[in-house]
């Protein structure tokens, strides 16, 4: 059983930077798929960035990908999100989720995810 604990989280001023980190236990990170997702209250959760288990092949949502980065540190076992100019419509709850997989391919399909973490809350003040 794969546990994820996110952080980083917090409160920052439009046109900020904030990293979040998802650190995993139970697996090793090199076997895992991983991802990030966020949610608003009433809206669908949005795939944000999803990275390999070798953390060589990574995705960020088209419109983010100017402003957000995610990459991998599998000797501690986390991923981050780094999350630059940051804009009042990123505020939501950032969850990361993980899947065992090959170590070659990003999944951006949150039913194919099978570890949820409890999310870390982003709020960005305009």
């Known amino acids: 059983q794969v546990q994820l604990v996110e952080s980083g989280g917090g409160l920052v001023q439009a046109g900020g930077s904030l990293r979040l980190s998802c650190t995993a236990s139970?697996?090793?990170?090199?076997?895992?798929?991983m991802g990030w997702f966020r949610q608003v209250p009433g809206k669908e959760r949005e795939t944000v960035a999803a990275?390999?288990?070798?953390?060589?092949?990574?995705f960020i949502q088209y419109s983010m990908s100017d402003r957000f980065a995610i990459s991998k540190d599998n000797a501690k076992n986390t991923a981050y999100l780094q999350m630059n100019k940051l804009r009042p419509e990123d505020t939501a709850l950032y969850s990361c989720?993980?899947?065992?997989?090959?170590?070659?391919?990003?999944?951006?399909?949150?039913?194919?995810?099978?570890?949820w973490g409890r999310g870390t809350p982003v709020t960005v003040a305009s």
């Open positions: 990275i390999s288990g070798n953390g060589d092949a990574t």
């Open positions: 139970g697996r090793a990170a090199s076997n895992l798929a």
């Open positions: 989720a993980s899947v065992e997989a090959t170590p070659l391919g990003f999944i951006t399909h949150a039913p194919r995810y099978r570890s």
